[in-house]
């Protein structure tokens, strides 16, 4: 949900043209913008032919293998119901639906033409008109109109949770002739919200509205086993139901050579073999022809698991690639829907017990790095104490907030001694005393239930075992019991969805033009409704004033404050255990690929970018039967 802002290629449908003596004056709705970007210009200028990091001559063909551990049922990616088969994401349109823009992988918050080769707004942002590109076909060569956006967008608003939150602001789709459509907006102000429009998918209205081989009218309302009509690179060759999909490129793809399309998208096949558990799908890539890139995120496992035959002989390559963009806030998040959490003073001491610097010598070897904001890695983080136009907008909320929060620079505890340990441990106990918690037969007991502490951490992987283990023991200590409970993925997904967890495990990405998305994270209406990212149950007046704050702030100097300020509240009151951040992207990978020599570090590495070269391929084949 990265945000973006507008650039101008060129004008054109001019309503009104003013003249005066030296100058030509355009109304900003009169202007036609093709590139949009929250962050200034974008680097490509006017004339955008391709990104720079691509190779436009990339050859097309092979097979791409990907495996998937749990299951699928649906090809609806656009509903609460089903799990969608990979290759469909819930947001976006995954490889069979175009957007109207494509966001940029090379630069923070902008987006280029797809479906839409430009949009225009007015001055006060108070609606948004996206023109079509008159070649954007579907796969049976119909053209994608103006009632195909206007459907999606009432359809997709109506059914899909996440769109509902988005677009919540977004009254009406209206045609204006037949390649302009206006997005109506209930406020004014929001700069974000006329750019984050072009991220809707584009769906195929006379499909959806049609009838299937038997007859049976279609409801995008239901889970769908019916491969769907697609307008993007590829569409579903075959499946067999939750364990297996191809997908095979559109030879007459209508987008192949738009801009962000060329030297990206090169295989001609991409398979996905769906696996019961994340160890079976290992030694899967391990054999080869079953998975061709692996993306590590554990830095145990990158530094301990990649040990076997292939990669000794080079068959497969072990590498690191910068991401700038990457760095994501990882954290153990509590539900404070659950009673156990709901007081602020458990949760700062469930953050306090948390040993980092321990875990990540003995576990991580020292690669992972702390993290102390939800907005990691660029200016948005808050630092020091609150000062300025931050205080200034913090002040009115005094009496609201941790009165820490004004006097304290935010800081997490360092354990890097054993004293470090008891003097934490310590604390821990003073602040479940402080919210009614007592140690009583060695158990952390509630004294008006009298009940111990106990909670459960939710998992779909047993791969944070050794992690999920050290904070479990470092809990024993002050006698709260946890345990930890693997799912299958499905069920996982499932009891995420409906918040049915004490405390799970997450990586919470953000950009650096955060606008819109924050309510989907942390507002009362998101924590009630299934599906949002709000995992922590937040229902806090202060941060929903906040999250609208940093949604119609005026310019760049002022998101700063309101962001730094949302981030202070949000750690204050303690939602999350911080784990760590990481700038890289570690990947390993057969030796099948031509790879661009430079990559976008923004997002480390764009395999999009990345072609089969037969020769590769072939020889693989011959050393490893199992390769397709």
Do not use: C
């Given at each position: 949900?990265?945000?973006?802002?507008?650039?101008?290629?060129?004008?054109?449908?001019?309503?009104?043209?003013?003249?005066?003596?030296?100058?030509?004056?355009?109304?900003?709705?009169?202007?036609?913008?093709?590139?949009?970007?929250?962050?200034?210009?974008?680097?490509?200028?006017?004339?955008?032919?391709?990104?720079?990091?691509?190779?436009?001559?990339?050859?097309?063909?092979?097979?791409?293998n990907?495996?998937?551990?749990?299951?699928?049922?649906?090809?609806?990616?656009?509903?609460?119901?089903?799990?969608?088969?990979?290759?469909?994401?819930g947001?976006?349109?995954?490889?069979?639906?175009?957007?109207?823009?494509?966001?940029?992988?090379?630069?923070?918050?902008?987006?280029?033409?797809?479906?839409?080769?430009?949009?225009?707004?007015?001055?006060?942002?108070?609606?948004?008109?996206?023109?079509?590109?008159?070649?954007?076909?579907?796969?049976?060569?119909?053209?994608?109109?103006?009632?195909?956006?206007?459907?999606?967008?009432?359809?997709?608003?109506?059914?899909?949770?996440?769109?509902?939150?988005?677009?919540?602001?977004?009254?009406?789709?209206?045609?204006?002739?037949?390649?302009?459509?206006?997005?109506r907006?209930?406020?004014?102000?929001?700069?974000?919200?006329?750019q984050?429009?072009?991220?809707?998918?584009?769906?195929?209205?006379?499909?959806?509205e049609?009838?299937?081989?038997?007859?049976?009218?279609?409801?995008?309302?239901?889970?769908?086993?019916?491969?769907?009509?697609?307008?993007?690179?590829?569409?579903?060759?075959?499946?067999?139901?939750?364990?297996?999909?191809?997908w095979?490129?559109?030879?007459?793809?209508?987008?192949?050579?738009l801009?962000?399309?060329?030297?990206?998208?090169?295989?001609?096949?991409?398979?996905y073999?769906?696996f019961?558990?994340?160890?079976?799908?290992?030694?899967?890539?391990?054999?080869?022809?079953?998975?061709?890139?692996?993306?590590?995120?554990?830095?145990?496992?990158?530094?301990?698991?990649?040990k076997?035959?292939?990669?000794?002989?080079?068959?497969?390559?072990?590498?690191?690639?910068k991401?700038?963009?990457?760095?994501?806030?990882?954290?153990?998040?509590?539900?404070?829907?659950?009673?156990?959490?709901?007081?602020?003073?458990?949760?700062?001491?469930?953050t306090?017990?948390?040993?980092?610097?321990?875990?990540?010598?003995?576990?991580?070897?020292?690669?992972?790095?702390?993290?102390?904001?939800?907005?990691?890695?660029?200016?948005?983080?808050?630092?020091?104490?609150?000062?300025g136009?931050e205080?200034?907008?913090?002040?009115?909320?005094?009496?609201?907030?941790?009165?820490?929060?004004?006097?304290?620079?935010?800081?997490?505890?360092?354990?890097a001694?054993?004293?470090?340990?008891?003097?934490h441990?310590?604390?821990?106990?003073?602040?479940?005393s402080?919210?009614?918690?007592?140690?009583?037969?060695?158990?952390?007991?509630?004294?008006?239930?009298?009940?111990?502490?106990?909670?459960?951490?939710?998992s779909?992987?047993?791969?944070?075992?050794?992690?999920?283990?050290?904070?479990?023991?470092?809990?024993?200590?002050?006698?709260?019991?946890?345990?930890?409970?693997?799912?299958?993925?499905?069920?996982?997904?499932?009891?995420?969805?409906?918040?049915?967890?004490?405390?799970?495990?997450?990586?919470?990405?953000?950009?650096?033009?955060?606008?819109?998305?924050?309510?989907?994270?942390?507002?009362?209406?998101?924590?009630?409704?299934?599906?949002?990212?709000?995992?922590?149950?937040?229902?806090?007046?202060?941060?929903?004033?906040?999250?609208?704050?940093?949604?119609?702030?005026?310019?760049?100097?002022?998101?700063?404050?309101?962001?730094?300020?949302?981030?202070?509240?949000?750690?204050?009151?303690?939602?999350?255990?911080?784990?760590?951040?990481?700038?890289?992207?570690?990947?390993?990978?057969?030796?099948?690929?031509?790879?661009?020599?430079?990559?976008?570090?923004?997002?480390?590495?764009?395999?999009?970018?990345?072609?089969?070269?037969?020769?590769?391929?072939?020889?693989?084949?011959?050393?490893?039967?199992?390769?397709?």
């Open positions: 949900m990265t945000v973006r802002f507008s650039r101008f290629f060129g004008i054109a449908g001019l309503a009104a043209v003013f003249l005066s003596a030296a100058t030509l004056t355009i109304r900003a709705e009169d202007k036609w913008h093709t590139t949009s970007s929250l962050m200034g210009e974008s680097k490509y200028g006017e004339d955008f032919k391709h990104y720079d990091y691509v190779n436009p001559d990339a050859p097309k063909g092979g097979t791409l990907s495996t998937v551990v749990g299951t699928f049922d649906s090809f609806n990616p656009y509903i609460v119901r089903g799990t969608p088969a990979a290759g469909l994401v947001f976006g349109g995954g490889h069979l639906y175009d957007t109207l823009m494509e966001q940029a992988f090379d630069e923070s918050g902008v987006s280029h033409p797809l479906v839409a080769d430009a949009y225009k707004y007015p001055d006060d942002y108070s609606s948004a008109t996206y023109r079509l590109n008159p070649n954007a076909r579907w796969h049976d060569g119909k053209p994608i109109t103006v009632d195909d956006v206007i459907w999606t967008f009432n359809t997709l608003k109506a059914n899909s949770p996440m769109y509902g939150r988005y677009y919540a602001n977004v009254t009406e789709a209206v045609a204006v002739n037949d390649r302009e459509v206006e997005f907006f209930n406020q004014k102000g929001n700069r974000e919200l006329p984050i429009i072009g991220d809707m998918a584009v769906l195929p209205k006379h499909w959806w049609g009838t299937d081989a038997s007859g049976n009218k279609r409801d995008i309302t239901q889970p769908t086993l019916e491969p769907p009509l697609g307008s993007a690179a590829y569409k579903i060759k075959s499946f067999k139901p939750g364990s297996e999909i191809v095979e490129r559109v030879p007459d793809y209508w987008g192949a050579k801009p962000v399309k060329i030297g990206r998208e090169n295989v001609d096949t991409r398979r073999l769906y019961l558990d994340n160890n079976a799908a290992w030694q899967a890539f391990t054999k080869g022809g079953f998975q061709d890139i692996e993306s590590e995120a554990s830095a145990r496992d990158w530094m301990t698991k990649y076997f035959p292939a990669l000794d002989a080079g068959d497969v390559i072990k590498k690191e690639f991401a700038t963009g990457r760095a994501n806030f990882q954290g153990w998040i509590m539900n404070s829907r659950r009673p156990i959490f709901a007081d602020r003073n458990v949760r700062r001491a469930l306090l017990a948390y040993d980092f610097e321990t875990i990540n010598r003995t576990m991580s070897f020292g690669l992972n790095k702390r993290v102390n904001s939800y907005f990691v890695g660029g200016d948005l983080a808050s630092r020091g104490l609150p000062e136009k205080l200034e907008l913090l002040t009115p909320f005094k009496d609201q907030l941790p009165p820490e929060l004004f006097t304290q620079e935010f800081k997490l505890p360092v354990y001694t054993p004293q470090d340990e008891r003097v441990l310590r604390e821990v106990v003073k602040l479940f402080e919210a009614g918690w007592h140690l009583k037969d060695g158990k952390m007991t509630n004294d008006k239930t009298g009940r111990p502490l106990e909670f459960e951490i939710l779909n992987s047993d791969s944070i075992e050794t992690m999920a283990n050290s904070y479990i023991n470092s809990l024993r200590k002050i006698g709260v019991t946890v345990r930890l409970r693997v799912v299958d993925p499905s069920q996982y997904v499932e009891r995420v969805n409906n918040f049915d967890y004490d405390m799970i495990m997450l990586s919470l990405a953000q950009s650096e033009s955060p606008g819109n998305e924050q309510r989907d994270f942390w507002s009362s209406k998101a924590a009630d409704s299934p599906g949002s990212r709000n995992y922590s149950g937040i229902k806090n007046p202060v941060v929903d004033a906040l999250v609208e704050r940093v949604i119609f702030t005026t310019d760049r100097e002022d998101l700063v404050v309101a962001t730094r300020a949302l981030d202070r509240v949000l750690l204050w009151n303690f939602y999350v255990v911080p784990q760590f951040t990481r700038d890289v992207e570690w990947l390993a990978y057969w030796n099948k690929f031509g790879i661009p020599e430079k990559q976008p570090d923004y997002i480390g590495a764009d395999t999009e970018s990345w072609w089969i070269d037969p020769e590769k391929e072939k020889a693989l084949a011959a050393k490893y039967k199992s390769v397709n």
